[in-house]
Every structure is written in C-alpha cells, then in structure tokens.
C-alpha cells in the first residue's frame, strides 16, 4: 500500500478525517531526524541532546508537502478542480506538485522579488499559474483569500485546516526517531505560524489519547525583521487565555505594529510575514506547550546557516533560525546543555543557494575558500 510509504499517511489513524481512496501522496515524510553531536559539542551541548529533522527532504524540499499530501486529499474529496495559495516559496512549489499530481489546475500568488529562485523555478517546472504582486505576502495573502472566495478556488494556505493536521505528522517522526521518547524542546521557526499550531495540537491529542505522558516545551523563533508575534507575546502580553483572544485588539495591536515596521524584511525570506494568519492557534500551542518566542538578526541566521552546513547537511536561512534561537537561549540559560533539544530545519540548502555562496564572499565579492582553476591535465591535478 503507497500509503504505507509516506511520513504522513503511516499515521493515517491519527488523521482520520478521509478515506484511503481519497488521499493523494508523492512520498512525503519521508525524513530524517539526525543526532548531531558534533554541533552540539560546537554549541556546548552534551552528547545525545541536539537532534536536527531534516524536513528538506520532503519530494517539493520542504515541510509543506506533511501538509499539502492532507489539504489535498480534503480538496480531492469535496471535487475541488482549481486551487491556490500566496507563498514565500515553499507552499507555492509544494502546492504546484501536489496540484500536478492530482490533475488540478494552480495558480500561485507571490510577492514580487521577494521569493527565492529556486523555489519559483519549482512552481514552473510544474506548471502552475504564477501571479507576481507588487506588494509582499500579506498583501498576496489578502488577495488571494478573496479571489478564492469569489471564484470558488480551493485555498490551500495554513488557514487550511487539514495542512496543519498534515504537518502533525513532523512531531510524530520526531518523537517515533527518539525511540518514543518526548524531547525536552522542540524549536521551530514562525513565519505564518502554521507548524507552531499543528504542533501543539499533536501534543495536545497524543497526550489526551495517553501515547505521551508528558508534553516537550515548543519555543517559536523569528526573524527580527518579522516579528510580529514576539512583539505580541513578549512586548505586548498577548496569550491564548482560554480561548478569550479578542481579535479587534489583535487586529489594532497589526495595525499599530506595521506602522512601526513599514514592511518586514529579513534574508530568511520564507519567513518574511508581518500578519501570521494562525496567530490564535498558535497562541493556544505556546499555552498547551509552556511555549517560548525569540526573535534573531540575520547576521546570527546566516552564521547558524553555515553551521548547520559545515556540522549537518544544510538548510535554508529561515530553518537556521532554529539553531540561532538555540544558541541564544543556551547562553542565558534558558535551554541547559544536557536537555534533549529537536530543531525542525524546515526547508532544504539547495532552496536558496545565492545567499549560500554570497555569505563565502568577502565584501569585496572573493570567496573565502575560492575554486582553484586548473588545465585539463591529470600531473597539474594531482599538485593542485
Ligand atoms: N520555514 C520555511 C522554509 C518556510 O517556507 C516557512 C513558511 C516557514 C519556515 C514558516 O512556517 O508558516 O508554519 O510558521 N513558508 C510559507 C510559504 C509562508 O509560503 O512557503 P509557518
């Protein structure tokens, strides 16, 4: 059974909201989550107690496909025949895939010059409408939430609640890859605040269904050039108080916020989102999870970006914010060494290789480590 070979569907009793027949899968999940003990001795951190998940490795190179796989299979069994999403990326690649593989037409909104290449090569390649707005994403975000009400087009952003019961399926791997065992953290990054929701809802279920006697605390990292919720949660006091989250303040509190940050802007581009639409949910998560924010530079970014690459197999910036956010709260102590530690690496190195290469550039444009040019000529070879 396929079904027995993707990351996600081998859960499907946990997801139980369709039919085998209904589901579409290319393989997703199919992940590793690696002990990494090198970066951890690196980051003063005991043996055994930082583990990276390599959510790159997903068919579309990021996490989205855990959702995509579950959204469609919702959009298949309601006879959705045309879907669409505003994207910094990686849901626009992931959503072109998914739409190829069962037939539906796509069309991917996306903010001008602000997504990185590869991923809008991704959305070529499999034949999705691109629609570029002069504006960034939440300006597409608003869009196409209307366009999709008035032209009845399946959207398949994080609003979607079948992606986020999809994306569940990153915390069962994690805790499946520790031998069953709940970590003592789990760091993620926060952009539209989607995985942050889906995971605490995985907890919530798994320890109400009495598979997990406890609950890992989820510490959520932004961008500081996009940092809404930081600012929220730590600067403005917001919480989840039982469900009462009075969303005019919230919406007041956006407003109040924007106008003190024009626009957000960050190198981690997928994470680059002022108005996260899973917001409340994510709120109700850092409530069941004793959850954390933080926010990083890009400079620390870049620099956790490059560790990640020389001690792991590499990420995109925005998944680096993970091992950023890592490093700061072990400096203040927040994080012990000898707490067992998973960073979800969201999105994989090759997504966005400009920002790779131009970190090995000294100011003057010379790579640090720079190819050596060589004749086709095997003695010249060997004494380069
Ligand atoms: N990491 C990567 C690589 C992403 O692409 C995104 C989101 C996030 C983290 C943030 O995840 O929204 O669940 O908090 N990318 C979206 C996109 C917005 O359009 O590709 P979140």
Redesign the pocket.
Request: aromatic share 4%; proline share 4%.
């Given at each position: 059974n396929p079904l027995d070979f993707s990351g996600v569907w081998r859960f499907r009793e946990l997801l139980n909201f369709c039919e085998d027949k209904h589901r579409v899968t290319v393989g997703e999940g199919q992940t590793l989550l690696q002990q990494n003990d090198e970066l951890a001795a690196f980051l003063g951190m005991d043996k055994g107690s930082l583990h990276l998940e390599y959510?790159?490795m997903n068919p579309s190179g990021?996490?989205?496909d855990n959702g995509m796989t579950a959204a469609f299979s919702h959009a298949v069994m309601v006879g959705a025949k045309s879907c669409a999403?505003?994207?910094?990326?990686?849901?626009?690649?992931?959503v072109a895939l998914y739409a190829h593989a069962c037939g539906m037409k796509c069309t991917v909104f996306i903010g001008s010059g602000r997504?990185a290449f590869g991923?809008l090569s991704q959305a070529m390649d499999y034949g999705a409408n691109t629609i570029q707005i002069q504006g960034d994403?939440d300006d597409c975000m608003k869009q196409v939430q209307e366009v999709c009400t008035r032209l009845n087009i399946y959207l398949l952003?994080?609003l979607n609640p079948f992606r986020l019961e999809g994306?569940k399926t990153i915390m069962y791997r994690i805790i499946e890859g520790l031998g069953w065992e709940v970590p003592d953290w789990i760091i993620?990054?926060?952009?539209?605040?989607?995985?942050?929701?889906?995971f605490g809802k995985a907890f919530f279920e798994l320890k109400e269904l009495g598979l997990i006697d406890r609950i890992p605390r989820l510490a959520?990292i932004n961008a500081a050039g996009a940092d809404t919720l930081s600012y929220l949660v730590n600067e403005r006091g917001l919480k989840w108080n039982g469900g009462n989250v009075n969303m005019k303040e919230v919406q007041a509190l956006y407003a109040d916020f924007t106008a003190r940050h024009f626009s957000p802007h960050t190198i981690?581009s997928?994470?680059e989102?002022s108005r996260?639409v899973?917001l409340k949910k994510?709120l109700r998560s850092i409530d069941i999870c004793d959850g954390i924010v933080r926010k990083v530079t890009d400079e620390q970014i870049c620099d956790a970006k490059a560790l990640v690459g020389r001690y792991g197999m590499g990420?995109?910036p925005?998944?680096a914010?993970t091992i950023a956010g890592l490093r700061d709260m072990l400096a203040d102590g927040t994080i012990g060494k000898s707490e067992r530690v998973a960073c979800v690496l969201?999105?994989h190195l090759l997504?966005d290789p400009d920002k790779t290469v131009s970190y090995h550039k000294n100011s003057e444009g010379e790579f640090s480590n720079p190819p050596v040019e060589s004749a086709n000529d095997i003695e010249e070879i060997i004494k380069h």
């Open positions: 959510e790159g990021s996490f989205k999403c505003a994207s910094t990326g990686n849901t626009s690649a992931a997504i991923k994403f952003n994080s994306q993620v990054p926060g952009g539209n605040l989607g995985n942050s929701s889906a959520i981690a997928a994470i989102i996260p899973n994510c990420c995109e925005a998944s914010a969201t999105g997504k």
